[in-house]
Nanobody, 124 residues
């Protein structure tokens, strides 16, 4: 059974940092894109960042570019999101996701597996 389990969410003041982690199990994800999405209250879930399976440093939503860094460890089947200079508008439930390495990596419809989500709250 495939599972993605997020950890690391919490409450932080604006300007602070958090690191989210996602542990994947049940299959090998070396040819899968691993990404993060988020959903704020009353809003649709949106793309945050992805590390595609072919390598590279990652792709980011404009709203987080320069502040967030995504990393993955294929040997450990993990993906992490380092979030710096957090803003109140970053408040959301953050989801880890994995999808086969085809199609648009920013499209959540291309992700087959999802974690349960972890809450990030940034106070002003």
């Amino acid at each position: 059974q495939v599972q993605l389990v997020e950890s690391g969410g919490g409450l932080v003041q604006a300007g602070g940092s958090l690191r989210l982690s996602c542990a994947a199990s049940g299959r090998t994800f070396t040819t899968y894109n691993m990404g993060w999405f988020r959903q704020a209250p009353g809003k649709e879930r949106e793309f945050v960042a992805v590390r595609v399976w072919t390598g590279g440093s990652g792709y980011y939503a404009d709203s987080v570019k320069g502040r967030f860094t995504i990393s993955r460890d294929n040997a450990k089947n993990t993906v992490s999101l380092q979030m710096n200079s957090l803003k109140p508008e970053d408040t959301a439930v953050y989801y880890c996701a994995a999808g086969p390495g085809v199609g648009r990596w920013f499209d959540q419809g291309n992700y087959d597996y999802w974690g349960q989500g972890t809450q990030v709250t940034v106070s002003s």
